[in-house]
């Protein structure tokens, strides 16, 4: 079982509609977890952060955690073109430093 | 304008050869981390340092090494002991090492020649 999982995708949205990504992790101690954008050939940009659980809003993008279910997810809603990007989890690792572990990434496209 | 730094953007290794990614920073973050990315991969940790002229390897340091003489830079060396190095190399930091969030520089993406 990998660390981080997420689903490669693609996604595929129609602009206008909220997509869904979603990341699951192993480690019951994990207590940071990131959403970063990647764009094609660009390193990634860091979009939101959640520590504690339930909801945490920014703009379009909602980003929810389960930590009972290891489960963290993205919600990009009235999603745009400009969307289209891969997205990654990361989590944390505890114990010592702040050693991130990211998912492969989550292909979105949002298509007009 | 505060970030993170990386050249060159592109880069070619001949065989044998080694060669050094620089990334600097004036953020004023204490920790620094370099990653390797492949296609469709998630990112590998290669090394990281959480303070001035100390480092840790991570998961994957064989064939590269790293110095931290000062704050603002990290520069990554990738050995020919490397044999497999096309990959995009990306420099993070974040403010201490801690729960928070690490930013990234805008890559090198390093060929064989």
């Known amino acids: 079982q990998k660390e981080v999982e997420q689903n490669s995708g693609p996604l595929s949205v129609p602009e206008g509609a909220i997509a869904s990504l979603n990341c699951t992790y192993s480690?019951?101690?994990?207590?940071?977890f990131f959403w970063y954008r990647q764009y094609s050939g660009k390193s990634p940009e860091l979009i939101m952060s959640?520590?504690?659980?339930g909801d945490k809003e920014d703009g379009r993008f909602t980003a929810q955690l389960n930590k009972a279910s290891q489960y963290v997810s993205l919600l990009i809603r009235d999603s745009q073109p400009s969307d289209s990007a891969t997205y990654l989890c990361a989590v944390n690792k505890p114990g010592g430093y702040n050693k991130l572990i990211f998912g492969a990434g989550t292909r979105l496209a949002v298509h007009p | 304008d505060g970030g993170i730094t990386q050249s060159p953007k592109y880069l070619f290794r001949k065989e044998g050869q080694n060669v050094t990614l620089s990334c600097e920073q004036n953020l004023n973050h204490d920790a620094m981390y370099w990653y390797r990315q492949d296609p469709g991969q998630g990112l590998r940790l290669i090394y990281y340092?959480?303070?001035?002229?100390?480092?840790q390897k991570g998961d994957i340091a064989e064939g590269y090494s790293v110095s931290r003489e000062k704050k603002e830079s990290f520069p990554l060396t990738v050995t020919s002991a490397q044999k497999n190095p096309t990959a995009f190399y990306l420099c993070a930091s974040s403010v201490t090492g801690g729960s928070e969030p690490q930013h990234f520089g805008d890559g090198t993406r390093l060929s064989i020649l």
């Open positions: 959640i520590y504690s659980n």
């Open positions: 480690d019951r101690g994990s207590q940071s």
């Open positions: 340092s959480q303070i001035v002229n100390d480092f």
